[in-house]
């Protein structure tokens, strides 16, 4: 059935992220993920593949299985502070789990000062929720991008491939994915929230799109299409991302 991408986060009655860092001998970092999605369920239409998205590697030779989303939820007030590259990998794990798919080797989009987002992801193919590829390699994700719908579209033939790990789109209210990357993939100088631990409003962010701008609509270069890299945010604070559309949301890839 055609799905028409939800306009707003607060109409899916989505809880931001919350990022809590304990201690469990050395610093261990734990993300609770609080959402109550309005009519949605588990079970329902494609979300319902996720059970057995857990197996087979995405270049092991096995059959496709979910090995890429973009965040369901964002990083609330703690804007740019994912917890460095740890805790956003393990945000990605969660999620996953939520899934069924928790049981792979999840890393966070997301580049630092002593590592290129791109080498972090593993080879590919990459596939998404709905098993299809979205990329077959680190070369062509970064040459070709992964293809996208307009702001507003409805998508009935399923041609948009960046959804979340349980089949949604981004709103057009977070569609500002935090990458810290070049659209090569390599790490933007002083563009990563200080390695992913800052909410500060002197720290900034570089950010990828969810989603295509309609044909006649002028925001700027060609990199502001860019799925990785299409601008700075205004800062890394809540309010800093939100301003030009984001919500702290980021890409996980499965790296085995």
């Not at 890429?68 to 703690?78: D, E, M, P």
């Not at 070369?139 to 996208?148: K, N, Q, S, V, Y």
Request: glycine letters at 16%; charged letters at 20%.
């Amino acid at each position: 059935m055609p799905r028409r991408r939800r306009t707003c986060l607060a109409a899916a009655n989505v809880v931001s992220l919350a990022l809590v860092k304990s201690k469990i001998g050395c610093v261990g970092i734990a993300w609770l993920v609080f959402a109550s999605i309005a009519g949605c369920s588990s079970s329902g239409g494609s979300d319902g593949t996720g059970g057995a998205a857990g197996t087979g590697g995405a270049g092991g030779g096995g059959e496709p299985s979910l090995s890429f989303f973009v965040t369901s939820v964002g990083s609330g007030q703690n804007g740019g502070d994912l917890g460095g590259l740890a805790g956003a990998d393990e945000v990605c794990r969660s999620l996953a789990a939520a899934v069924g798919a928790g049981d792979r080797a999840w890393r966070a989009y997301l580049s630092t000062s002593a590592e290129d987002a791109r080498d972090r992801i593993g080879t590919g193919p990459w596939y998404n929720v709905r098993l299809q590829e979205v990329a077959p390699d680190v070369d062509t994700l970064h040459a070709e991008g992964i293809p996208r719908i307009e702001w507003f579209a409805d998508d009935p033939n399923e041609e948009g491939l960046v959804i979340d790990e349980s089949g949604e789109y981004v709103p057009l209210s977070d569609h500002d994915i935090v990458t810290g990357s070049t659209m090569e993939g390599r790490a933007f100088e002083g563009r990563t929230c200080q390695d992913w631990t800052s909410s500060s409003e002197n720290d900034v962010a570089q950010v990828g799109h969810s989603d295509l701008a309609p044909e006649g609509v002028t925001i700027g270069g060609p990199d502001r299409l860019s799925w990785n890299s299409a601008h700075e945010t205004v800062s890394c604070t809540e309010q800093g991302l939100a301003e030009r559309q984001g919500a702290g949301r980021f890409y996980c890839f499965a790296a085995d």
